[in-house]
């Protein structure tokens, strides 16, 4: 089997690839985590679980005149 020469960048780019894609499926499977910490947010502060149509539903409720802008 030949050699095969490998550029210590090149490995450290490939390594810093490899630990990405690890936290990010890690991430994925540990959805249920997220999902009690996002709880454990709005439980603190329950104006962050608002949605944008209930933020919206309750200003118009108080007279504030809602209009988009388009981006």
Do not use: C, H
């Not at 936290?23 to 944008?52: F, H, M, N, T």
């Not at 933020?55 to 988009?68: A, F, P, T």
């Amino acid at each position: 089997m030949p050699a095969v020469t490998i550029s210590s960048e090149k490995l450290d780019k490939v390594l810093f690839d490899v630990e990405t894609l690890i936290e990010d499926v890690a991430s994925l499977i540990d959805q249920d985590k997220i999902a009690k910490d996002r709880l454990e947010d709005i439980k603190k502060d329950p104006s962050v679980g608002l949605s944008e149509n209930e933020i919206d539903s309750y200003l118009k409720k108080r007279g504030v005149k809602i209009e988009w802008m388009d981006s």
